[in-house]
């Protein structure tokens, strides 16, 4: 079973509509969960940060987390064509011998039509 | 402030050459980590180093990688002997704490 999965898309929806990106994880006993977004031809940014159980919200994006199901989701709200990107998943996988290592999904492809 | 700084952003390579990556973390970072990146494979944490000490290298596909940081400002990855399947995008980033990561440019290189 791969650490981090995330469906690759790509996931088209309208401009000003919700978007919802899905991300599963395997280790148990992750305790830290991130979502960063990455245009074509750029370097990944950080968009959110998640920790504990339930919904934290920073202006349009809202990132979810249910631990017990090991599902973490990102909901874009009012989406905008300059949302379009590649959206990857990242959790910090314990057990595997060091705090840092961050282990990314393969990134679901975005497309916001006009 | 200046992100983190990598060079150069595109090599083009022969196989068998000898290839370095440079990066420059933000300062004040003691976290800083080295990244491949592959349509195949995604984004793959090679190795990463706290206040200049490697902590976890099990990224490193084979010997032919290598990777330093003589001091807090600078941090080098080579690979040698190059091969064609070596060719992605590396990326280096950085941290303060070990989670929020800052993601240099990247260097795409390409080994002919």
């Known amino acids: 079973q791969k650490e981090v999965e995330q469906n690759s898309g790509p996931l088209s929806v309208p401009e000003g509509a919700i978007a919802s990106l899905n991300c599963t994880y395997s280790d148990r006993v992750s305790q830290s969960f991130f979502w960063y977004r990455q245009y074509s031809g750029k370097s990944p940014e950080l968009i959110m940060s998640i920790y504990s159980n339930g919904d934290k919200e920073d202006g349009r994006f809202t990132a979810q987390l249910n631990k017990a199901s090991q599902y973490v989701s990102l909901l874009i709200r009012d989406s905008q064509p300059s949302d379009s990107a590649t959206y990857l998943c990242a959790v910090n996988i314990r057990g595997k011998g060091s705090q840092g290592n961050l282990i990314f999904g393969k990134g679901t492809k975005l497309s916001v039509k006009p | 402030d200046a992100g983190v700084i990598q060079s150069p952003r595109h090599e083009v390579t022969e196989m068998g050459q000898e290839v370095t990556l440079r990066c420059k973390p933000i300062s004040g970072h003691d976290y800083l980590f080295w990244y491949r990146q592959t349509m195949m494979r995604g984004l793959e944490l090679l190795i990463y180093f706290n206040n200049n000490v490697p902590i976890d290298d099990s990224g490193m596909p084979e010997d032919r990688f290598s990777a330093k940081m003589p001091n807090a400002s600078f941090s080098t990855l080579k690979i040698q002997p190059s091969e064609p399947r070596d060719s992605a995008v590396y990326f280096c980033?950085?941290?303060?704490?070990?989670?929020?990561?800052?993601f240099g440019p990247g260097t795409r290189l390409t080994v002919l």
């Open positions: 980033a950085s941290s303060l704490f070990i989670n929020t990561q800052y």
